[in-house]
């Protein structure tokens, strides 16, 4: 999003929270507004990582079958980020996002913004030991989610050079080069495409457990 659309989005949720978000106690010095405003930023870098963790997670599955399958070299700039990632990587935050739209999940970002401002009041000593631990549980279960669904196709393609080693070696005038390339490619892309449904369930299950671990956080 260019930075006046979300500038203009960060305006609007901000007056149309205003009513929920009234201090209980007013920071009497300088020293308190900082800490206050210090609170506020944590919280919230610390929903939208939780969120961007839930689709990183298929971002890390797309860099894995990207790397069995060869493309680890094919690159291009994840707008999100600003960085390089390979192209199977973009193509799973991309339909992960999606989906991320489509069962409302920007809505239920926005209704734990709201919430936060119940569980963590503004002005009252901010809870660092819950933060921490729903950060680490969540970046535990990014690289279990990424393993997990790159899982099916990585195994495929393990079978793949590994039938091209065992023909590399009963035949070595075979240019295996020329066969295995575009071997693993074709059979990467058709493990993909069959593999789609299964991701898409697997990321429903994952959204599941990203609304339970938001429930905990904010409504303990």
């Given at each position: 999003?260019?930075?006046?659309?979300?500038?203009?989005?960060?305006?609007?949720?901000?007056?149309?929270?205003?009513?929920?978000?009234?201090?209980?106690?007013?920071?009497?010095?300088?020293?308190?507004?900082?800490?206050?405003?210090?609170?506020?930023?944590?919280?919230?870098?610390?929903?939208?990582?939780?969120?961007?963790?839930?689709?990183?997670?298929?971002?890390?599955?797309?860099?894995?079958?990207?790397?069995?399958?060869?493309?680890?070299?094919?690159?291009?700039?994840?707008?999100?980020?600003?960085?390089?990632?390979?192209?199977?990587?973009?193509?799973?935050?991309?339909?992960?996002?999606?989906?991320?739209?489509?069962?409302?999940?920007?809505?239920?970002?926005?209704?734990?913004?709201?919430?936060s401002f119940?569980?963590?009041?503004i002005g009252?000593?901010?809870?660092?030991?819950?933060?921490?631990?729903?950060?680490?549980?969540?970046?535990?279960?990014?690289?279990?989610?990424?393993?997990?669904?790159?899982?099916?196709?990585?195994?495929?393609?393990?079978?793949?050079?590994?039938?091209?080693?065992?023909?590399?070696?009963?035949?070595?005038?075979?240019?295996?080069?020329?066969?295995?390339?575009?071997?693993?490619?074709?059979?990467?892309?058709?493990?993909?495409?069959?593999?789609?449904?299964?991701?898409?369930?697997?990321?429903?299950?994952?959204?599941?457990?990203?609304?339970?671990?938001l429930a905990?956080?904010?409504?303990?």
């Amino acid at each position: 999003m260019p930075l006046r659309f979300r500038t203009i989005v960060v305006v609007v949720l901000a007056g149309t929270l205003l009513p929920i978000a009234q201090p209980q106690t007013l920071p009497q010095d300088g020293y308190a507004v900082a800490v206050a405003m210090v609170s506020e930023l944590a919280i919230g870098f610390a929903l939208g990582f939780l969120a961007r963790l839930l689709l990183t997670a298929f971002q890390l599955a797309g860099a894995i079958i990207a790397f069995q399958m060869g493309f680890a070299m094919a690159r291009t700039i994840d707008p999100s980020s600003g960085v390089q990632t390979t192209v199977m990587a973009t193509v799973h935050l991309q339909l992960v996002t999606v989906i991320f739209l489509l069962v409302d999940g920007h809505h239920l970002l926005i209704r734990s913004l709201a919430a936060s401002f119940e569980t963590f009041p503004i002005g009252d000593a901010l809870d660092t030991g819950a933060l921490s631990q729903s950060l680490f549980s969540a970046a535990g279960f990014m690289y279990e989610t990424g393993a997990r669904v790159a899982g099916p196709v990585t195994g495929v393609m393990l079978l793949i050079n590994s039938l091209i080693g065992f023909l590399n070696r009963i035949v070595p005038q075979l240019s295996i080069f020329n066969i295995g390339f575009p071997l693993t490619v074709m059979t990467g892309l058709v493990a993909v495409l069959i593999s789609i449904p299964e991701t898409v369930a697997f990321f429903l299950r994952a959204f599941e457990a990203f609304e339970e671990q938001l429930a905990t956080l904010l409504l303990r």
